[in-house]
């Protein structure tokens, strides 16, 4: 099984300003959907979010809140599942704008 990594992406924030995991919006062991808000990450004044690269079982959490990270990290690690989808229906899960990477201001 290949696990999809959950990489902190560039944030575009001056390289001086330490960056720190916020906060996990889901646990080890958590199902995710891809596009899910995952973690949220702080930059000074500044928050973004970080989405799940894939739907699936979060299996490790590499990036625990307060510890400050860079861009590039990998912040955890998705185990990818067939038998879960996004689906049509709503379950009010936290979604974010999806794709690995991507970043919600």
């Given at each position: ?38 973690v949220e990450i702080s930059?000074g004044p500044l928050t ?32 990818p599942s067939e038998e ?22």
């Amino acid at each position: 099984m290949r696990l999809a990594a959950v990489i902190l992406p560039e944030l575009g924030t001056d390289p001086g300003m330490p960056i720190i995991v916020s906060h996990w919006y889901a646990g080890r062991g958590d199902d995710v959907w891809e596009g899910d808000r995952l973690v949220e990450i702080s930059a000074g004044p500044l928050t973004f979010d970080v989405a799940a690269p894939a739907t699936g079982r979060l299996v490790e959490i590499r990036g625990r809140e307060d510890d400050p990270v860079t861009p590039g990290s990998i912040l955890g690690y998705v185990a990818p599942s067939e038998e879960q989808d996004g689906g049509d229906g709503d379950s009010g899960r936290n979604r974010g704008t999806g794709g690995q990477g991507d970043v919600t201001r």
